[in-house]
């Protein structure tokens, strides 16, 4: 277990205040010459940009020796029907480019069937050992059939996002309107007997995302020699028994992503973030509203609804160097519209020039790169501030990796054009309550290369594969490498707080171990768990409500929506209205001038409006424009059937 030495600031110290506007702004300059927005030493940071990588071959390795280490490995290992697709794509050209063209349908087949193809990947996925596997391009059919039963005899439970089976560990829920069946989903596995589901956690899936919830379990022995004495703040009656601690191990979420590959489609890769970190803490509030109502809310902080970690991996489908999700996750916001952390507008005139000089001023002031273009800021802008921006949101690997030179470290090589990609894959994870202590090697071997020990050897050995991988492009031709993606992974531990626990029974000012808890903040930046009251139900913008009509709906987000002034409030019920003369909704007849121009002013004023509305307003109003047109679409139809049944 790692502790945080006295000599550190102590990073969460701060009472930080809502991050909005001049409020944040005036904490930021008070504490500049020490942290920036994320609350970590900037100077340090700058010094240290290429920090000696705790590189490891297996994710098994305990590195430290301590208690409770857990890792996790992802890997987008590229579906049969990809695979084949694509072999067949590379063999009609050869035979096109060639000077024997014979027919394509005697073309030969794939030369690695999906059983030789799965021996592979297993045989990686049990070499590497980790904890908590995350895979991207399964196939509902071989996940089914093929992956889970194998998963399961190495150890695994596993969940997907379409899952057939009947006793799958939970059930599934949809939080986006996704109907139609996926092509290729993503599974997340985990160690049976380290990890378990939480309870009453939703399994959250989503067009490109699936958000598992997991709990170290407490009869957990990992950690050779350790003492799991005081570990997280056990408790003991005036028995002098130690009380049931279920509730008290460590929870750690899993995002398993695999983002919208379109190289131009910034913004969905982004609201596909945003969506899943949105639901994971629309889950854990819900989780807590029910905690209170059964009135097992323990007064220490200790509910099950509390999250320790919050890791998200997967395929990016963008470059981790810049890129728009990568700079949301890291800065919790997009845009300039958003702040230096909220530092906008005449208060960004007094910035020191140490904070100007921050990795997060750069961030914000300097338009994002993505793929070599400049992303539009009025675009950007739009993307809600994530709710867990307060956690230190990192890459385990860091940004320098293969920036200089894409053929030195790299996550995907396709067959076809060969060019290294360096950071496709990613994995994140909250550094304010979990640290990163080994990283997984790109070139592993799990035969031949165990029994050296030289470690100028197996250098040489991974740079010779590196080379060839790079001339052959991925899946390599002789089936080492099944997926044009390479595996990536990461060794956390957990960060503790040692605190003196002054009621001890057995002697006065023994130490605890607390481990750290994620803050989940709503747009504003108030703390959602403080933010709640214990007697009095939450109103959320999403919550899962049935109504009969859109005219329900849009009464009811009137009703509950947190306008900022009357005024504000009077300007939505005018723009509600209908124009004079009102447009004619069952025939497809263009607007007059008149109303062209009442429409266009609306239309204005509705910008203008959303400009200046708060953090907390904006997304409201965003739902009733929305719920607006569902309205008109829906007044249109009843008089439609209402004149064809004349």
Sequence with gaps: MSTISPSQPPLQSFALPPDNFSRYSKFLVRTSNIVDGMGKNHLIHQNNSKELLPWVDTLGVNVRKTPQPFSILSWNILAQSLYESHYRSKRIQQVALSNNNPNPQLLHPPPHPWPKRLHTILQTLSHANADIICLQECELKSFTNDLAPSMSELGYDGIAQEDARTEKPAALKEASKHRDPRNHIGATFWKRDKFELVRGVDVSVRTRSLTTVLRLKKDDDYGEGSSRKNFIGEKKRNNGEIEDITTTMP???????????????FLERTLQLQHALSDLSKMMAVQQQQERKKKSFDNDKSGSSKLNALILAG??????????????????????????????????????????????????????????????????GDVAAHPFRRNGMTSVYPTWLGREDARQHFTYCGET?????????????????????????????????????????????????????LTTGLPSPDGKYPSDHLPIGAVFDWKVDVKTNENSHEKHGENRQDVRRLQIVDEEGNNVEEAIPQDEPTV????????????????????????????????????????????????????????????????????????????????????????????????RHQLMTRKSEK
Excluded at 322 to 349: F, K, N, P, W
Excluded at 458 to 463: C, E, G, V, W, Y
Excluded at 600 to 610: G, T, W
Aim: glycine share 6%; with cysteine.
């Design 251 to 265: 929870t750690v979420a899993i995002v398993n992503c695999h983002l919208e590959g379109h190289p131009k489609r």
């Design 315 to 380: 395929d990016f489908n963008c470059e981790l160097q810049s890129s728009a999700c990568s700079t949301y996750l890291r800065m919790g916001r997009l845009g300039r519209q958003a702040g230096l952390g909220g530092i906008h507008g005449e208060d960004a005139l007094v910035i020191p020039q140490s904070l100007l000089e921050t990795s997060e001023a750069a961030e914000i002031l300097h338009p994002i790169i993505e793929w070599g273009r400049a992303l539009p800021e009025e675009t950007v």
């Design 540 to 635: 959320l913008i999403e919550e899962q409500q049935s109504f009969e009509t859109p005219n329900d709906e849009l009464a009811f987000l009137m009703k509950n929506c947190p306008f900022d002034t009357l005024e504000q409030r009077s300007d939505v019920e005018f723009l509600l209205r209908p124009i004079n003369p009102p447009m004619d909704l069952t025939t497809r007849t263009a607007p007059t001038p008149e109303q062209l121009e009442q429409l266009n002013a609306k239309r204005e004023k509705k910008s203008e409006l959303l400009k200046y509305s708060s953090l907390g307003v904006r997304p409201w109003l965003k739902k009733i424009w929305k719920v607006e047109k569902q309205v008109g679409k829906w007044k």
């Design 417 to 469: 054009n060969k060019r290294p990609v360096p950071g496709l894959d990613q994995i994140w994870y909250s550094s304010m309550t979990i640290e990163r202590v080994g990283l997984k090697r790109m070139f592993v071997d799990s035969g031949e290369w165990r029994c050296i020990s030289d470690e100028n050897v197996l250098s040489q050995l991974r740079d010779h594969e590196r080379r060839k991988v």
